[in-house]
């Protein structure tokens, strides 16, 4: 009967790390896919920055060589 008693503890012990692995691995996943959204979007308002500089800096030209 204890060893009944001890296998369904260390079974439960195991499954019980199993869990708690899959939910770290899952919450990691979900946090890398929350950081990959915040930085493709800081990276597009960089890059619409960058754009509106070079269009300035073309107009700036283009008033230079009037």
Known sequence: ???LVLTV???GVLVGS???VIGMVVTL???DRQV????????SA???KLTELA???ARLL???ED
């Open 55 to 57: 269009r300035a800096r």
């Open 62 to 64: 283009q008033s230079h």
């Open 29 to 31: 996943v979900r946090c």
């Open 1 to 3: 009967m204890l060893d």
């Open 18 to 20: 199993v869990v708690s």
């Open 9 to 11: 503890v260390v079974a």
């Open 46 to 48: 960089r890059q619409d």
């Open 36 to 43: 990959s959204a915040s930085e493709r979007a800081m990276l």
